[in-house]
């Protein structure tokens, strides 16, 4: 069954630093992989999604994310935190060749940003 | 174009009465998904429309739980009789056919529901 793992409940960065907000997954064939964010009192806006080609995507709000097959991870990344990206954000994954329809989401990382 | 809108914001309603949340997905989007976030843990799939007809409702709890998607617009998701355990926020989304598992999710603001 396909998967999505957040290890981190919540990261804290200070602002101006870079921030790493990690993802792995578990899925038979080709993963379909997407980074959504949440914001409160909000419903979950999209920020950046892996399909194929270069193993590195950028996204809204200046965040990227970095594709690693051999790791199965898809972690999001920022150089320069700012007090305006602490909100909840999920990984998501979505299963290529696959009958099934669904998008599975992890659990969320909080991340709050400190000035 | 106008976004998911979902219906109500928030719902608290007592163990054992019905509750009926409504979604609005953004015009032309055939395909309507409903999910559940439980405090704390992952968003979790409940079903997904194309159009009128279920495509998927393997994630439904049980039989206490109805989607319908009349017309293949709006969709409706009634919890009767409502439990403690159905407390949580209702996600709605949307996306457009063709290219599926290439467009992400519209997704709208939630409901909050809480069964007392």
């Known amino acids: 069954a396909q998967s999505v793992a957040q290890p981190e409940d919540q990261v804290n960065v200070a602002e101006g630093n870079p921030l790493t907000v990690k993802c792995t997954y578990s899925?038979?064939?080709?993963?379909?992989l997407f980074w959504y964010v949440q914001y409160p009192n909000r419903g979950l806006q999209f920020l950046l999604k892996y399909i194929t080609g270069d193993n590195l995507v950028k996204g809204s709000y200046g965040f990227e994310a970095e594709f690693n097959k051999s790791q199965t991870s898809f972690h999001l990344k920022k150089p320069s935190a700012l007090v305006s990206d602490s909100a909840l954000y999920f990984c998501?994954?979505?299963?290529?060749?696959?009958?099934?329809?669904?998008?599975?989401f992890g659990s969320g990382t909080r991340l709050s940003i400190r000035p | 174009e106008a976004g998911v809108t979902q219906f109500p914001s928030h719902s608290v309603i007592e163990k054992g009465q019905t509750v009926t949340l409504r979604c609005d997905p953004i015009s032309g989007h055939d395909n309507l998904y409903w999910y559940r976030r439980v405090m704390g843990k992952e968003i979790k799939f409940l079903l997904h429309?194309?159009?009128?007809?279920?495509?998927?409702e393997s994630g439904m709890p049980n039989n206490r739980f109805l989607a319908e998607r009349t017309g293949g617009t709006y969709s409706t998701l009634k919890v009767q009789p409502a439990e403690l355990e159905d407390s949580g926020v209702y996600f709605c989304?949307?996306?457009?056919?063709?290219?599926?598992?290439?467009?992400?999710?519209?997704f709208g603001n939630g409901t909050r529901l809480t069964v007392t």
């Open positions: 429309f194309v159009k009128e007809s279920k495509q998927d």
């Open positions: 998501a994954v979505r299963e290529f060749h696959s009958s099934a329809s669904k998008i599975i």
């Open positions: 899925v038979s064939g080709n993963p379909y």
């Open positions: 989304a949307s996306s457009p056919s063709g290219e599926q598992v290439f467009r992400p999710l519209h």
